[in-house]
């Protein structure tokens, strides 16, 4: 288990999102699935971020009913919020690449 | 960013609150239930279940409290909630809210009182058009500048500059609107042809004074003031095309000046404008007087061309204007170096000022009034500090309840800034009182003044600065101080506080100690400013300037040929001594300390005669009561008698400094001097039947002026004005009306103003008497300040150790023991507050040198005076609070707590 680098919670959120809509609980557990358990994310940041990301209209929310008819807020990707995805993936892929390389020269 | 669709979900946020919150509920209920199912597929029980999913929640509320501040709405919300509790928790200490709010406005409206006047004096722009490229133009030769012009310098330049767009040129001056007795005065201006042009002016109503208006021979034209024109005409129309009377002549008014426009001299304002070619209707000599300097100029610059390329061009047109018009009266030195004299021009976007006086002494008011108020919030921080104790368990349990400390000392500071914003509005309110007070104060009957104290940008942008810096000043120490507590000590309370306390003693000790220090400034200043001012009251001036009446006579409205003004005032004069209760009575060209001076070169048959400059003398006309009335010794010779007249000798008396400067060590009387001659007149020979003793001519600060007094009956020209200076038993008002009967008794249209020597002497001192009220004034307050703030924080402190004192006295410590141990801390605060005074107003009170008079800015006793009078007060502070604890009763100090 480990702590997210700061800043990257948005842009996993908007990566999770991007198959399929998904509720609260459903994003923290896909993050937590895919990064074979390495993070796991704590509400107290969890519904922080999909305020922000909500205000800044990258996501969407809607009520629906879960898998077991409960109903949840679920949230989808908007056309914004992928073309920001794609920006932040691109930003991030250079960054790592950059730091990469440090790593290796030295 | 997409900044708009953020706003508009904020803002839609800020409204549907309510609906926000459900459904931020919902979904946290939701989640928890997930993890909850989760957990009981793996096999917990239903309770364990919920129970594990609480704890990886953690507090539901202190998630949502992360939810609602991820929008900055809930800044202006969080924002909302600090203002309405800090207005609680200010209405729910009224007393200590108003007693700040109270200091708070006297301290920002004395600085914005202040600033007003420094804002209108030196700062504000006039209401014209383009003000930034106006100039002033001057006259410079060497390093001496002059700036009034003589008419036919002006109409030489204005005729032939090329340097600027147009120039203009005015002159104030008092116009009498009454026809005889008692003078109704009115501020006039002279103005040219092209003053209103050049300025960009409107009229309100009419039209305006223009270059047809200011030609050779006109009938002239009045354009009045806006306010003028309000208060007189009640803004009626019709005022236009009637006619106005000004010094017994009536002139058709054209036009009304627009609201808002007093006048380019800043500390005056106009009633009423004629054209400076109507100056002929009064005196037709003046236009083409080479010797009379009377006109101000200003001029407009164009705006695309340079600075140097003006100078320059001045410098090219300068030798051929001065040249042109040579002063006929002037030696033949002073003729020769004329056409040396070159055009100058220095900005005037805030027009020309007369105040002048006045900046320096504003500016020091303005750092002293400066002062109390930081001395006014050293004390509030305590009240503050000492209220954060109070306040201790309030802000522990809002702590313990999930409350950030940047949000706790957000809410103290809102406290603050709410406390130092009302202060600063009713700080407003005061100002705009004590602006027009101290305006009203510096003004004189000679000199009224007149500034537009009206709120612009500059003075609400400082009363805002103040206000908020107050604020921030006496808010941020408290603030941080009382939310670094350990939460579960301060519930507790009790004696795990040790620490924090002896903070707050060392900052209650240091805020008392600069409030110490700072206040022993103003001690000093405030000494120097009262000592300087009772020397100037109560040195002698060689005259006595109680119980005289002074009536400045004006024959212009009556019928009487030059000729017979002579005899008439003569006549005057012997039957104001007439009057019951007048004593004795004098009569003159000038009267001391009016400002009204004439001088002239002498020289003497005496070896020992002053040269050069020293030469210089300074003449009054007087007849013989005059000496008598002022009670002016003789102390050699005679007195003028009626055997001085026109056609006998030319005789005079010279004062001791005159006698000194041109006759050391001789008898002057008996020996003549000559008055350097106008040009064209033989100089006649003057001599010296007496000397008088010294008296001041100009200001009580001059050092004594070479003065000559020559009998009035021998006075050159035919005295249409005339002063007369009347002993009376009476005061002014009592014996006015039979003066003024006996005066109008000989012409009923002599037009006749009263007031008194003594107001006159009063007047010119304007300037150190408000420098003198308003530094003592200051100087107490800063001092009452001070001793409030020590005797606040001492007060706590013994409290504070009411146990230790107990222990002590139980032990057998005696009382002297106790008050001594008290007062040894006061003494520390006291010796290093006086040591860091004295350091900083020997550093700052240079500037003062200038104001001051016959006294040094460092005079060692008025600091010696302001260290004990300040010491013996704080010692009284200290002590009260020592006894206080001394006193009580061990037992009862005990068993507390």
Not at chain 1, 8 to 26: F, N, Q, S, V
Not at chain 2, 29 to 55: I, K, N
Not at chain 2, 190 to 195: A, L, N, P, T
Not at chain 2, 626 to 634: E, K, Q, V
Request: proline share 4%; aromatic share 8%.
């Amino acid at each position: 288990m480990a702590d997210l680098v700061q800043g990257t919670l948005d842009m996993l959120i908007l990566k999770t999102l991007a198959l399929e809509p998904l509720h609260g609980y459903g994003i923290a557990m896909r993050i937590e699935q895919t990064s074979n358990g390495v993070f796991r994310v704590n509400p107290g940041s969890l519904f922080p971020a999909f305020r922000r990301l909500e205000r800044s209209g990258w996501i969407k929310p809607e009520w629906r009913p879960t898998e077991n008819n409960r109903r949840a807020k679920f949230y989808a990707l908007t056309e914004r919020g992928r073309k920001q995805l794609k920006a932040e993936t691109a930003e991030w892929s250079r960054q790592i690449a950059a730091i990469a390389s440090i790593l290796e020269t030295s | 960013m997409p900044f708009f669709s953020k706003l508009a979900g904020a803002i839609g946020a800020l409204f549907r609150k309510k609906q926000a919150e459900t459904e931020l509920d919902e979904e946290l209920r939701s989640y928890l239930d997930q993890v909850a199912s989760d957990h009981l597929h793996r096999g917990m029980t239903r309770d364990d279940a919920v129970r594990a999913a609480r704890v990886e929640m953690g507090s539901l509320e202190a998630v949502k409290d992360e939810v609602r501040s991820a929008g900055w709405e809930a800044h202006v919300e969080s924002l909302w909630q600090d203002i309405r509790y800090s207005l609680r928790m200010l209405r729910k200490n009224a007393a200590l809210t108003l007693v700040v709010i109270f200091t708070l406005a006297l301290g920002i409206g004395a600085n914005t009182a202040i600033f007003s006047l420094i804002d209108a004096v030196a700062l504000r722009t006039l209401p014209v058009k383009n003000p930034q490229e106006l100039v002033r133009v001057e006259m410079r030769r060497i390093r001496i500048i002059t700036s009034s012009f003589t008419n036919p310098l002006w109409e030489q330049l204005r005729d032939r500059q090329d340097a600027f767009a147009n120039t203009f040129a005015w002159s104030n001056a008092d116009f009498d609107l009454s026809q005889g007795g008692l003078v109704n005065r009115a501020h006039g201006i002279w103005v040219s042809g092209g003053f209103f042009v050049g300025l960009g002016l409107q009229p309100a109503a009419g039209r305006l004074i223009a270059a047809a208006d200011d030609q050779r021979g006109c009938p002239g034209a009045a354009v009045l003031s806006y306010e003028f024109w309000e208060d007189r005409f009640g803004r009626d129309p019709r005022a236009i095309g009637s006619s106005i009377i000004f010094n017994n002549r009536p002139f058709p008014i054209v036009g009304v000046a627009p609201a808002g426009f007093y006048g380019i001299t800043v500390g005056t304002r106009f009633d009423v404008a004629l054209p400076i070619c109507a100056q002929a209707v009064f005196d037709n000599t003046i236009l083409d007087a080479r010797s009379h300097w009377w006109l101000n100029v200003a001029a407009r610059v164009r705006p695309e061309m340079p600075e140097s390329h003006i100078r320059s061009r001045l410098a090219v047109i300068s030798p051929a204007i001065f040249s042109s018009v040579i002063p006929d009266a002037w030696d033949p030195e002073g003729k020769k170096n004329f056409p040396k004299w070159v055009f100058v021009e220095s900005p005037a976007a805030s027009g020309v000022s007369r105040v002048t006086e006045f900046e320096t002494p504003l500016k020091v008011l303005m750092a002293i009034a400066g002062a109390v108020l930081l001395i006014a919030c050293a004390n509030i921080a305590s009240l503050m500090l000492a209220r954060s104790a109070a306040r201790r368990k309030e802000i522990a349990v809002r702590q313990a309840l999930g409350a950030s400390r940047p949000r706790l000392i957000r809410q103290l500071l809102a406290e603050s800034m709410l406390l130092s914003i009302c202060g600063a509005a009713a700080g407003i309110l005061l100002a705009r009182w004590a602006g027009t007070a101290l305006v009203a104060y510096i003004s004189t009957r000679n000199e009224p003044v007149f500034l537009d104290l009206s709120l612009d940008h500059r003075v609400l942008a400082f009363t805002a600065t103040v206000g908020v810096l107050t604020g921030v000043l006496f808010g941020v120490l408290p603030a941080f101080r009382s939310t670094r507590i350990s939460t579960a000590a301060a519930i507790k309370g009790g004696a795990s506080l040790e620490g924090d306390r002896r903070f707050r003693f060392r900052a209650g000790k240091l805020i008392v100690a600069s409030q110490v220090a700072l206040s022993l400034v103003l001690l000093i200043a405030a000494g120097l400013f009262l000592r300087s001012f009772v020397k100037l009251t109560s040195m002698d001036l060689g005259f006595d300037r109680q119980n005289v009446v002074l009536a400045s006579v004006d024959l212009k409205a009556t019928k009487l040929a030059p000729e017979r003004r002579s005899a008439a005032l003569d006549d005057i004069e012997g039957r104001i001594r007439a009057v019951p209760g007048v004593l004795s009575a004098g009569r003159s060209w000038t009267t001391p300390i009016s400002g009204i001076e004439w001088n002239q070169y002498v020289t003497s048959d005496s070896p020992n005669a002053a040269q050069g400059e020293d030469r210089l003398v300074f003449f009054n006309f007087i007849s013989s009561g005059y000496l008598d009335t002022l009670r002016m010794p003789l102390l050699a010779g005679r007195n003028f008698n009626d055997h001085d007249t026109t056609t006998g000798p030319r005789v005079a008396i010279i004062n001791q400094t005159m006698a000194r400067r041109f006759y050391k060590g001789l008898d002057p009387v008996g020996r003549t001097f000559q008055i350097s001659p106008e040009s064209g007149k033989p100089a006649q020979p003057v001599q010296v039947v007496g000397v008088v003793k010294d008296s001041k001519y100009e200001s009580a600060r001059e050092d004594t002026f070479v003065t000559a007094f020559l009998p009035i009956s021998q006075m050159p020209g035919s005295g249409r004005t005339a002063e007369f200076e009347i002993r009376t038993a009476a005061s002014l008002p009592a014996i006015s009306p039979a003066i003024q009967a006996a005066i109008a008794s000989v012409d009923k249209s002599i037009s006749i103003e009263f007031h008194t020597l003594e107001s006159q002497v009063g007047d010119s001192l304007v300037r150190d008497r408000l420098l003198a009220m308003l530094s003592g004034f200051f100087g107490g307050l800063a001092l009452l300040l001070a001793m409030i703030g020590l005797y606040g924080t001492f007060s706590y402190l013994v409290t504070q150790r009411q146990k230790e004192f107990g222990v002590r006295m139980a032990l057998g410590a005696r009382l002297k023991s106790i008050v001594g141990l008290v007062m040894r801390d006061t003494a520390i605060v006291l010796a290093g507050g006086i040591i860091a005074g004295v350091v900083l107003a020997l550093m700052s009170t240079g500037t003062l040198e200038t104001l001051l008079f016959q006294l040094g800015a460092r005079d060692a006793l008025t600091i010696a005076l302001a260290v004990v009078l300040l010491s013996a007060v704080s010692f009284l502070a200290g002590y009260l609070p020592a006894r206080r604890a001394a006193r009580v009763d061990p037992m009862t100090a005990l068993r507390e707590e």
